[in-house]
């Protein structure tokens, strides 16, 4: 896989977050910017970053319980 694929797009529209595994990086845009921001990240960064998503999202539904 080394074309751009959307990780994340918000159910409103109001953002999204697509992998860009070519050039080693993220593109994350928000509906309210008018320029993405470009961020740089290999495939352990990829993994740190899947873990640590993982563990805000424990903390959140586990806050909510």
């Given amino acids: 896989m080394n074309a751009p694929a959307i990780l994340y797009r ?26 993405p921001v470009f961020v740089t990240i290999g495939p352990r960064g990829m993994r740190s970053l899947a873990a640590e998503l993982l563990k805000v999202a424990e903390s959140i539904e586990g806050g909510a319980k």
Avoid at 10 to 16: D, V
Avoid at 26 to 32: F, K, R, T
């Fill in 10 to 35: 918000h159910c409103e529209g109001r953002g999204t977050i697509v992998a860009d595994p070519a050039n080693l990086r993220l593109i994350v845009s928000d509906a309210e910017q008018e320029r």
